[in-house]
């Protein structure tokens, strides 16, 4: 069985450029101030219970919109509001910096994740890892789709292992890793790649390396 590729994740925060401190939003009228979050969907599960202690502490009101990072990018770049921007890569961030979209003194890398082989759990799926992979019984692999950060760091575990040409004729992409979590739950793709913490969320799948 081939090895491990334990492809580190980052997770990084930022301010929007175009807001001087996170309670900008706050207009007349308004019962209490809003904090609009964009955020890499991987992260929904978590910023949603913290979003909820953050309000009840601070009495502020937030917004989240969840979407893979890339799209989230492209939203900011065309100019919807956001006061803090949580992505799954660097990428998005350089781009946006370049762009003078985001505070670059802002950006912090607060948290990691890793890259994993899930299928369905039992009973319906059986045991396999990436060595298994070319085999018969494993007709689709479901994988981010172009320009996603999960499609980036599982392309490069697929390429380290010498496998990404090799099954090219299996893959089938999601929009974002939880697509690709929800194509290996419904039974749709045999096999996927997705962050660790993803896997984690889903009593449907499991980890096979």
Known sequence: MASVVNRYVIFVIVLAATVPNITCNAGAGKERPELVIAAAISLKDVFVDLGREFESLHN???????????????????????????????????????????????????????????????????????????DQRISHIALGSGGVPVRIYCEEVLRELGLWNRLSGKYVFGNNARQVLQYVASGEAEAGLVYSTDAQSSPDVRVMQ
């Open 60 to 134: 502020v009101k937030i917004i989240f919109n969840f979407a893979g990072s890339n799209s989230l990018q492209r939203q900011l770049e065309n100019g919807a509001p956001a006061d803090l921007f949580a992505s799954a890569s660097v990428a998005e961030l350089d781009a946006l910096v370049g762009q003078q979209l985001i505070l670059p003194e802002t950006r912090r890398t607060f948290a990691g994740n890793s890259v994993v082989l899930i299928g369905r759990a039992p009973p319906d799926g059986g045991d396999f890892g990436f060595d298994d992979l070319a």
